[in-house]
């Protein structure tokens, strides 16, 4: 296998534009009975994917993406109308009958869905429904099949392929589960696979390891891949070809290096623009190059003239000077506005299932007009930090003070917190599940303000307006509910109704992880000018390095519950000493194919010295 296959770009001798079409999309329109009208979703699309090729199509959400994929499978709802022309490997297959499109739908074309969980059922475990899909297309025993359900869980590079066989969804973690469900959709050997969003909710470091596994398959099996993102990173990632859609228009196609270094139409440039990466919050304007050799240098161990010792002593002499800057900076602006020291948290026990500790002796500060970055994958303790800033959680051990209080001996029910709380403001991941549906967006704004006897009748009505001004929107917009807006406007009534207090803390748990990134920048800017404005301190907690990039004073990085480095933003995104930070940098993908293929390489390099 050469490095041209294994790079993607298909061999020279039959590169992915000289094979045949595996799907060929003709004028393909998708439109919705919405109040007895039709409302197109998808405007005559016409495109192809090669054997062996990546074809992105990106775009915000409502542009239409994953839309007309599904109308290419027969799985729109009953009010939907679909015409144009659909062939695969040569066969029409939009206008066949219901029996005939399952066939194809398990034999030619796999679906790999934006969230596993509910995509694969919960009451069977994985081995079960591998083995069913197997069956259920191949005349293979029950012993055939769990073989191959084995060996297709080995070669999405589980860990356990045994255990995961005999294991239910919820007992897998999310880059697991998605492994499992991309198992199942290889399940048939397709022609066609289908990647709806395949790691929106996924860490950086698991999300480089799925795109490496599919990376892999696509070369393993030489199948066709239409992969359906806003992840730009991502597409940089494993793209061949890129189709940019608008408003149920494509406006551009072309190769991936074209599409990211000219792009032609004014909304691809502006979608590229809105693309938050690494180098973007540096003074100097460090860019993505720089980060790549300063990450490549931290991992050189040999330097010329000078021993490992000696080498170590000057990083901690640079060191401890900049923390001594730092510190005098800080005391300057008065008393910590979140301070841990030691802090130990717990869940609870439950019934059977014992207490869990999630986080392990840390020890951190936020002082006032300070944003502070909390990083790490899954299950590292950052929402949990979250969570018991505002009394959500007890503390085990240590001391946590919440604006000049010490609220490590309160209870999560006791009304000694009422008054704390007041004083700090939360911004949830998921907007839609965060806001009350029943409620108009101004009283649910105004719902804070009434609760702790701030504000009420005229009053209370003023202030609503002044925060709906504060974030963008429209005055108007406060007799609207939550299903009337879209996700970006509802992040921005999330952060209006945080902000209603007039918190010296303010949480924001994921505020931009299911956003576009077009709309991401727009509340990120948002975030910042208000953040700058009001002066409050911040625990911003993400696993999108590039977002802290933009907004954070300081990066804490946590690893299983404990803190494995901390300092400013520069001295974490610019210098970084952890291997486990190195790793995690090194997997943050960037929204540029050539400068992406060395990220990529140096992340094989971390991965081989930590082995």
Request: net charge negative.
């Amino acid at each position: 296998m050469t490095n041209d296959i294994i790079e993607g770009n298909g061999s020279k001798e039959n590169p992915p534009s000289a094979r045949q079409p595996v799907l060929e999309v003709r004028n393909l329109s998708v439109d919705f009975g919405v109040e007895k009208e039709w409302v197109p979703a998808a405007i005559d699309l016409n495109y192809h994917v090669n054997a062996g090729e990546v074809l992105a199509i990106v775009g915000e959400s409502g542009s239409g993406k994953s839309a007309s994929s599904m109308a290419l499978l027969g799985l729109l709802p009953s009010n939907s109308r679909v015409t144009g022309e659909v062939i695969l490997n040569g066969r029409s297959i939009l206008n066949l009958s219901a029996n005939k499109l399952r066939e194809v739908r398990g034999n030619d074309v796999a679906v790999i869905f934006q969230e596993p969980m509910t995509a694969l059922n919960p009451v069977y475990t994985v081995g079960f429904q591998i083995v069913e899909t197997l069956r259920l297309h191949n005349a293979i025993s029950p012993d055939e099949a769990r073989e191959r359900a084995l060996k297709l869980l080995e070669m999405v590079e589980l860990p356990d392929p045994e255990k995961a066989f005999r294991s239910y969804p919820h007992q897998l973690s999310g880059g697991q589960r998605q492994r499992a469900m991309i198992a199942q959709s290889l399940s048939c050997d397709p022609k066609l696979l289908i990647a709806d969003e395949p790691t929106t909710a996924l860490d950086v470091t698991v999300q480089a390891e799925i795109l490496d596994l599919m990376r892999n398959l696509r070369n393993k099996l030489d199948s066709a891949i239409v992969l359906i993102t806003h992840d730009m990173g991502v597409v940089a990632d494993l793209a061949d070809r890129i189709a940019v859609m608008r408003k149920g228009i494509i406006v551009e196609t072309g190769t991936a290096e074209k599409i990211f270094r000219e792009p032609e139409h004014p909304y691809t440039q502006d979608l590229l623009a809105a693309v938050p990466h690494l180098g973007q919050g540096s003074e100097g304007g460090t860019d993505d190059v720089d980060i790549t050799a300063a990450l490549a240098a931290a991992t050189h161990s040999e330097l010329v003239g000078v021993d490992a010792e000696e080498l170590e002593r000057r990083e901690r002499a640079v060191l401890a000077g900049l923390e001594e800057q730092v510190a005098a900076e800080r005391q300057s602006r008065g008393d910590a506005v979140l301070e841990l020291v030691n802090v130990a948290i717990e869940y609870p026990k439950q019934g059977r299932v014992p207490a869990f500790r999630a986080v392990e002796n840390v020890t951190l500060s936020i002082w006032p007009g300070e944003v502070m970055g909390l990083v790490g994958e899954s299950g590292s303790g950052k929402t949990t930090i979250g969570r018991a800033a505002v009394g959500l959680l007890p503390v085990a051990e240590g001391s946590m003070r919440v604006v000049g209080t010490d609220i490590s001996g309160y209870k999560p029910t006791s009304r000694e917190l009422g008054a704390v709380r007041k004083n700090v403001g939360m911004v949830f991941q998921d907007p839609s599940s965060s806001l009350n549906p029943r409620l108009p967006i101004g009283e649910s704004i105004g719902e804070p303000m009434f609760l702790a006897g701030e504000a009420k009748g005229a009053e209370l009505q003023k202030r609503i307006e002044t925060l709906l001004d504060q974030v963008e929107l429209p005055r108007s917009y406060r007799n609207r509910y939550p299903h009337e807006l879209s996700g970006g406007q509802k992040q921005r009534v999330g952060i209006a109704r945080a902000l209603s207090l007039k918190p010296k803390l303010m949480v924001a748990d994921e505020p931009t992880s299911a956003l576009d990134v077009s709309v991401q920048a727009k509340v990120l800017e948002l975030f910042q000018n208000l953040q700058q404005e009001m002066g409050f301190a911040c625990l911003f907690v993400t696993h999108d390095l590039a977002v802290v990039d933009v907004l954070a004073d300081h990066i804490c990085v946590m690893r299983r519950g404990r803190i494995v480095e901390q300092g400013t933003r520069d001295q974490i995104l610019r210098n970084p000493q952890d291997p486990y930070t190195q790793r995690l940098l090194a997997a943050v993908p960037l929204p540029d194919p050539e400068k992406q293929r060395e990220r990529r390489e140096l992340r094989a390099r971390l991965l081989a010295s930590a082995e």
